[in-house]
C-alpha cells in the first residue's frame, strides 16, 4: 500500500511538498526531522513536525515528532514497528455541529493531538463566522510543550477538497474558503 502524506508542518511553516519527497520509501514512511532540508522558519526555538498522512485510501493518521528526536519513525500500514508507532495517532475527526460543508480532520498543538469537542466546536464555529484563530494554550485548552513556543496545525476538508492552515504561537490563522 503506497502511503500519501496530505499535510506536513515543521515550526509553522507548510513542508507537505519537501516530506513527500524525502519521507516516501516505497510502502512505508521514514520520518526524521534530522533530515529535513529547509531555513529555520522560528530562530532559536525548538519545533515539532507533524504529518498527517495515509495509506491508499485507508484510515487517516497523524503524528508528531520533537525536533531533536535523534531518530528515523518507520510508519508502515501493517504498523510493524512498534516503537515508531507510540508517536502516532489516529486524528479525533469530530462532525461538525451541524451541515457544515466543512470537516475538520485533525487539530495539532505543540507536540499533541487536540482531543477536547469543545475545540473543535469552538473553530467550527469561527469557520462559520470567518474569525480568526488564537494560537494560545488558552484556545486549544493545554500547554503540550511547557515552556517552549508551539505551533498549531488544523487539517480540514471545505466542499470536499482537503486544505490545512498552521502558524505560530501568539499570532492568528484563519481558515481559507
Known amino acids: ?10 515550526g509553522g511553516q507548510d513542508v507537505t511538498t519537501l516530506a513527500n ?6 510502502e512505508d514512511l521514514s520520518v526524521s526531522t534530522d533530515e529535513l532540508q529547509i531555513q529555520d522558519p522560528w530562530k532559536n526555538v525548538r519545533k515539532s513536525l507533524s504529518v498527517i498522512y495515509r495509506f491508499d485510501n485507508g484510515q487517516i493518521h497523524g503524528c508528531v515528532i520533537p525536533q531533536d ?23 479525533s475527526n469530530y462532525a461538525p455541529p451541524d451541515r457544515r460543508k466543512v470537516r475538520i480532520h485533525a487539530v495539532i498543538w505543540g507536540l499533541s493531538q487536540v482531543e477536547d469537542k469543545e475545540v473543535y466546536n469552538n473553530l467550527y464555529d469561527k469557520f462559520a463566522r470567518n474569525e480568526s484563530i488564537p494560537l494560545t494554550n488558552g484556545f486549544f485548552k493545554k500547554d503540550t510543550w511547557v515552556g517552549i513556543g508551539k505551533s498549531a496545525v488544523i487539517v480540514y476538508s471545505f466542499h470536499g477538497t482537503l486544505k490545512y492552515i498552521s502558524g505560530k504561537e501568539g499570532n492568528s490563522i484563519a481558515f481559507a474558503y
Open 69 to 91: 528526536s535523534g531518530r528515523i519513525y518507520t510508519l508502515s500500514d501493517d504498523r510493524r514497528d512498534a516503537e515508531s508507532e507510540k508517536i502516532t495517532f489516529i486524528p
Open 21 to 26: 519527497v524525502q519521507f516516501s520509501y516505497g
Open 1 to 10: 500500500m503506497a502511503p500519501s502524506i496530505l499535510a506536513a508542518h515543521y
